[in-house]
C-alpha cells in the first residue's frame, strides 16, 4: 500500500518561509517521479514543481520560479519544497504526488494534502 504523509504546512507572513516534507513507503522512492501541486480555494488543483528520479526537474507555475525549490532525500524516501518569499497567492492545499508522469503531471498517487495560509 502506498502511502504518502505530508507535514511542515501552517500559517506564516507575506515574505515568510516554509518547507514542506513528504514521506513516502510502499514504493520504491528512488525509482519515481516526485511532485507538488496545489490547490487554492474556489480553484483547480495546478502543478508546482516535479522532481524525476534522475533528479531533472520540471516547473509547472512562473509564479513560483526563484521562490520554491524541490528536492528529494532518497535516503529517507523523503520530498522537499523550501518555499521561500512567500505571497498571500501562495495560500492553498499542498499535495504531495508520486509516481507522476512530469511532462503530464498524470499522478497515480498523492498525499492528504497540508494547509499553508500565507497573511499580508
Known amino acids: 500500500q502506498v502511502q504518502l504523509v505530508e507535514s511542515g504546512g501552517g500559517s506564516v507572513q507575506s515574505g515568510g518561509s516554509l518547507r514542506l516534507s513528504c514521506t513516502v513507503s510502499?514504493?520504491?522512492?528512488?525509482?519515481?517521479?516526485m511532485g507538488w501541486f496545489r490547490q487554492a480555494p474556489g480553484k483547480e488543483r495546478e502543478g508546482v514543481l516535479c522532481i524525476k528520479w534522475s533528479g531533472l526537474i520540471t516547473s509547472y507555475s512562473d509564479s513560483v520560479k526563484g521562490r520554491f525549490t524541490i528536492s528529494r532525500d532518497n535516503a529517507k524516501n523523503t520530498l522537499y519544497l523550501q518555499m521561500n518569499s512567500l505571497k498571500v497567492e501562495d495560500t492553498a492545499m499542498y499535495y504531495c504526488a508520486a509516481g507522476l508522469d512530469c511532462r503530464s503531471g498524470a499522478t497515480p498517487y498523492w498525499g492528504q494534502g497540508t494547509q499553508v495560509t500565507v497573511s499580508s
Open positions: 510502499g514504493l520504491t522512492f528512488a525509482d519515481v517521479n
